[in-house]
Every structure is written in C-alpha cells, then in structure tokens.
C-alpha cells in the first residue's frame, strides 16, 4: 500500500479486510496451517491466529492435504476457533473428502452455521472467527485421490531438495500441477465453486437472522 502497488491477500489478511468492511463469511479454497515437521521448523499459517482474533466465517475445503491437519485442528482449538464440517463427521483435506480427523462439529444446514456465527457474536461476544469445512463434490474425489498420490511425491522432492519456508508451498503446488497433468487445476476449481454455493447459503441466511433482530 505504501509503494502504491497491486498485491494479493492471505486468508489472514482477507479476514481483517473482510472484518473492517462489515463482511462476516468468506470463501476460499483451503485455509493455511501447521505445516509437516513444524516442531522443527516453527512453520505454522497467520491464518490460525487471524481466526482466533477476527469474528469472521471463513468456507473453506478444509486445510490443505500439504498440511499437518491433526497440528493444525489442535492449534485453532488452543486459539479457540470454533471448527466444523458441512454435512459430514471428518474435517476435510481440500483435495480429498477424508483427512482421518473427526471435525470437532458438525453442521448440516447453512442456517445451523448462520445460527452459530450470529449466536458466537451477538450473543456471547466472542472475538474469534469460525471454520466449516466443505468436502470437495464427489464428482472431484476420484481425480483428489490422485492429487493426493502426486502431494506424497511431492513432499518427498521438497525434502531432498532441501526446499525450507516461503518456498515450499509453491514448490509443491507447482509440482503437483504436473505431477496430475492439471487435474489439480480442474479440481482445484471444483471445489471453490462448490465452497461459493455454501457460503453464498450462509450468508444469505445470516443475512435473514439480523434482519429479524432490527
């Protein structure tokens, strides 16, 4: 902002735009998190401490299959981030519909997330923001299970090529991409429009609650 340039935002930094500007849900692909070997490295997503601090409803197809997920779900617990997934009992893994964590909630309408979001505001005065995992449509799984197949191969490049920090997740995004031909691309896209229509119905159902309370 300063040097008058153009840049793009984190989910962090999405949340306090979206807060400041009176938006209470986003939608995004997949959130950030603790990374794989964090104890050793102190890699861990602004997105976790933005989400502990901002009162905004991030959709999201869970947090990347690039992640520590167990890490990730036990550090927004410490950052009192209310967690759940949308019609299903498992946090999602972005690419997949299976992580092997069980979300800490679950909800199966837009209006019981609209109900959460308002009660954890209006209501309890809470300061933190929420996460919903959105299961990538099944229509994606089959080419995700593939994605996940190029995600251990790339991970195993970025280890022997000492790939550290910064340069990790872009090193394996990119990886993937060819590792799948693409198909991360197409899957990739499949579930942020999936993600749309889901925050699209909470907020329109947020929407409807505070008009009740006028």
């Given at each position: 902002?300063?040097?008058?340039?153009?840049?793009?935002?984190?989910?962090?930094?999405?949340?306090?735009?979206?807060?400041?500007?009176?938006?209470?849900?986003?939608?995004?692909?997949?959130?950030?998190?603790?990374?794989?070997?964090?104890?050793?490295?102190?890699?861990?997503?602004?997105?976790?401490?933005?989400?502990?601090?901002?009162?905004?409803?991030?959709?999201?197809?869970?947090?990347?299959?690039?992640?520590?997920?167990?890490?990730?779900?036990?550090?927004?617990?410490?950052?009192?981030?209310?967690?759940?997934?949308?019609?299903?009992?498992?946090?999602?893994?972005?690419?997949?519909?299976?992580?092997?964590?069980?979300?800490?909630?679950?909800?199966?309408?837009?209006?019981?997330?609209?109900?959460?979001?308002h009660k954890?505001t209006s209501?309890?005065?809470?300061?933190?923001?929420?996460?919903?995992?959105?299961?990538?449509?099944?229509?994606?799984?089959?080419?995700?299970?593939?994605?996940?197949?190029?995600?251990?191969?790339?991970?195993?490049?970025?280890?022997?090529?000492?790939?550290?920090?910064?340069?990790?997740?872009?090193?394996?995004?990119?990886?993937?991409?060819?590792?799948?031909?693409?198909?991360?691309?197409?899957?990739?896209?499949?579930?942020?429009?999936?993600?749309?229509?889901?925050?699209?119905?909470?907020?329109?159902?947020?929407?409807?609650?505070?008009?009740?309370?006028?």
């Open positions: 902002m300063a040097m008058g340039m153009d840049g793009a935002t984190t989910v962090s930094a999405t949340m306090l735009l979206a807060a400041r500007a009176g938006i209470r849900v986003f939608v995004t692909g997949g959130i950030g998190g603790v990374h794989r070997g964090a104890e050793r490295t102190m890699d861990i997503s602004a997105d976790l401490t933005e989400l502990g601090k901002t009162p905004v409803l991030v959709v999201c197809a869970g947090a990347k299959s690039v992640l520590d997920i167990p890490l990730t779900l036990e550090y927004l617990e410490t950052q009192g981030v209310c967690v759940g997934s949308y019609q299903t009992n498992e946090f999602p893994a972005f690419f997949t519909r299976h992580s092997g964590c069980n979300a800490p909630c679950r909800f199966d309408t837009p209006e019981q997330i609209a109900a959460a979001l954890s209501v309890l005065g809470l300061e933190g923001g929420m996460v919903v995992g959105v299961p990538i449509p099944e229509f994606s799984a089959a080419v995700g299970n593939e994605v996940e197949g190029a995600i251990s191969q790339a991970l195993e490049e970025a280890e022997r090529g000492g790939v550290m920090g910064d340069d990790v997740t872009p090193f394996l995004l990119k990886r993937i991409q060819e590792l799948t031909g693409g198909r991360s691309l197409e899957a990739n896209i499949a579930l942020v429009k999936n993600n749309a229509l889901v925050g699209a119905q909470i907020a329109v159902a947020f929407n409807k609650l505070l008009q009740k309370c006028l």
